[in-house]
């Protein structure tokens, strides 16, 4: 995938070509996805290429798409909206999977002529990119009313019945209009866990995975110094007066939810910039690496939330609106990779260690080092590896007595995949006084 073909048409003096290809994508039992009979764990993002459409022409939409294969990114979440036609025949070509959304998000209308109208252009969407073997699914709903209860906290007039009734038609309706793609309701707020922002903290994607797809996490993180200065005036540049927290808000930057995540204004824009896009760079790794090592048995498709900023602005995107890469890019990037090697740390102080492999070919005669480094000691632990093809291994687990900084190292051949961590063990007595 992908084998592309073009199909030519005529038709008295009338000629049309068109690329096309063939896939089946299909889910098992266990939610696993099947492209052409094999499995493949998503790796996400959500993605809105601009506010401003017409500026995004066949080049940029190829810089972006290859930031996200160099991500190792094998699948799009277009986010409620549709993107031009252009976008889906650069994904045909360079191999991605595309989770289109309709696009309604949040509340509507409750009337026969809304419905009869959403159903049409639903409709009408599926034309236009049914041919495109990018696609596999339609959304027909992101976070609707009836499925988002957090709304009764901002909206009074809230009810769990507002456009149920929409979603049920739009479903039934597409359901019998396309029967070869997978079709989904919704996208609901379960599968939006957004530990470490807006509720719990980052640590709680360790938990298992209450649905097999995470369609959102993430956190949001202020774009480089330059970057800002190209859309905030410099009066506003340091936000520290009522103006001009006022002006970073209308930039979407959420003080409450970031303050109350432990990033604040310290002493300087800069000194901010950095703590943002480290604890979104932290969120990333950690949320990735725990969804990751449930592969197959608690998760199977994983998207971060959001690739890119559609405008100037300081959002989730982990890259600013003038593809510049931010920290979490790269965090991404390395937790996207492959294979992985990932530590975890579970509420009863044992540090248990994996192996993710997401290729299509056994790993053999690997050797995992584990170097765990406490005061005044270093201890070093080797393992031999050899695991499936496309699967998960725990390879050992040791006690966390005291604060250690971890370094694993997997020797495959001449290739080395790596990864560092630092823990503190948790107070158990204090946990169990509670």
């Known amino acids: 995938f992908p084998h592309l073909y ?5 038709l008295a003096n009338t000629q049309i070509h068109q690329e096309i290809g063939f896939k089946s994508l299909t889910q098992n039992q266990k939610k696993i996805y099947l492209l052409n009979g094999t499995p493949l764990y998503l790796k996400g993002t959500n993605y809105i290429s601009s506010q401003y459409m017409s500026e995004m022409d066949e080049k940029a939409f190829k810089k972006d798409l290859e930031l996200m294969k160099d991500a190792h990114i094998n699948t799009i979440r277009v986010h409620a909206h549709i993107e031009p036609k252009r976008f889906y025949a650069l994904c045909d070509k360079m191999g991605f999977l595309v989770w289109q959304d309709y696009n309604l998000q949040w509340g509507y209308i409750q009337s026969e002529a809304f419905q ?3 159903t049409k252009q639903a409709k009408e969407m599926v034309d236009m990119l049914y041919n495109h073997p990018s696609i596999y699914v339609w959304s027909m709903h992101n976070e609707p009313p009836w499925n988002s209860e957090w709304m009764k906290w901002k909206y009074p007039d809230y009810n769990t019945s507002i456009n149920k009734k929409l979603d049920d038609a739009l479903y039934t309706a597409i359901q019998a209009y396309d029967t070869h793609h997978i079709i989904k ?13 807006y509720s719990g903290k980052y ?3 360790a938990k298992p995975s209450k649905v097999a797809t995470i369609s959102e996490y993430g956190a949001q993180a202020i774009p480089r110094l330059s970057s800002l200065k190209k859309f905030m005036p410099q009066k506003y540049l340091v936000p520290k007066s009522k103006k001009a927290k006022k002006m970073w808000e209308y930039h979407n930057y959420q003080f409450d939810w970031s303050e109350k995540n432990g990033v604040k204004f310290k002493q300087t824009t800069q000194q901010l910039i950095d703590d943002s896009q480290t604890y979104q760079a932290k969120l990333i790794k950690y949320a990735t690496e725990m969804l990751r090592i449930q592969k197959y048995t608690k998760t199977t498709a994983i998207f971060q939330f959001m690739f890119n900023e559609g405008w100037p602005s300081m959002n989730w995107g982990i890259v600013d609106y003038y593809r510049h890469e931010k920290a979490g890019y790269h965090a991404l990037k390395k937790a996207f990779a492959p294979i992985i090697v990932v530590a975890k ?3 009863n102080n044992v ?3 994996y192996v993710v492999n997401d290729k299509l070919e056994p790993i053999k005669n690997a050797s995992l080092k584990i170097t765990v480094s406490i005061p005044n000691e270093k201890l070093g632990y080797l393992y031999f590896v050899t695991m499936p093809k496309d699967s998960t291994q725990k390879i050992a687990q040791i006690s966390l007595k005291h604060e250690s900084t971890i370094d694993m190292q997997l020797r495959i051949g001449n290739n080395i995949i790596s990864n560092h961590y630092t823990f503190t063990p948790y107070d158990t007595k204090k946990k169990a006084n509670r």
């Not at 073009?6 to 005529?10: A, G, I, P, S």
């Not at 919704?186 to 957004?194: A, F, G, R, T």
């Open 203 to 205: 640590q709680d994607f």
């Open 345 to 347: 740390q579970t509420p």
């Open 351 to 353: 540090l248990e260690f």
């Open 6 to 10: 073009t199909l030519k048409l005529q």
């Open 185 to 197: 309701k919704l996208s609901s707020n379960l599968e939006h866990p957004w530990f470490g922002w």
């Open 116 to 118: 009869k109208e959403a």
